[in-house]
């Protein structure tokens, strides 16, 4: 599983293109999945999107069938260009409320891409003391 550490502020082009920062490149490949995750969107390498799919396929029962459509049905394979850049779809962008100047962040499988002032929103007064407080509750000491 591959890990994505760190952050890049950048924005979007006027022709609706991510330049993907040069440091998740390789990992993620030159073609990968988008999909919207409610606040913001997630790039997944397709390896991880395919075994996220299968391994709900195998966990759900016959009749939530319909998760797996929702997951498909916000979601879009993309190509990347030479220049790194990625085009994501306006329709996912519009959910995630993507219009120009974006934080990408790193995380385990995953690149999140927030519009900047969702991720401001969410994590704007979040101290460290905070985010370790709670790795600790679920027994993890960073």
């Known amino acids: 599983m591959a890990y994505f550490p760190g952050k890049?502020?950048?924005s979007i082009d006027a022709k609706?293109?991510?330049?993907?920062p040069v440091k998740y490149r390789k990992e993620?490949?030159?073609?990968?999945?988008?999909?919207?995750?409610?606040?913001?969107?997630n790039l997944y390498p397709v390896k991880e999107w395919e075994n996220l799919m299968y391994k709900l396929d195998e966990q759900l029962p016959?009749?939530?069938?319909?998760?797996?459509?929702?997951f498909s049905y916000y979601s879009e394979q993309v190509d990347m260009d030479s220049q790194g850049r990625a085009m994501l779809p306006q329709d996912l962008r519009m959910k995630a409320g993507i219009e120009k100047d974006i934080i990408s962040v790193g995380d385990?499988?995953?690149?999140?891409?927030?519009?900047?002032?969702a991720w401001e929103k969410k994590f704007g007064d979040r101290t460290m003391q905070e985010t370790r407080a709670g790795a600790a509750s679920r027994g993890v000491r960073v």
Request: charged share 20%.
């Open 16 to 20: 609706g293109r991510i330049i993907v």
């Open 108 to 117: 385990v499988g995953k690149i999140h891409v927030y519009a900047k002032d």
């Open 8 to 10: 890049q502020i950048h």
């Open 28 to 41: 993620l490949g030159e073609s990968f999945v988008v999909a919207w995750m409610g606040e913001c969107l």
């Open 62 to 70: 016959a009749d939530e069938s319909g998760i797996i459509e929702y």
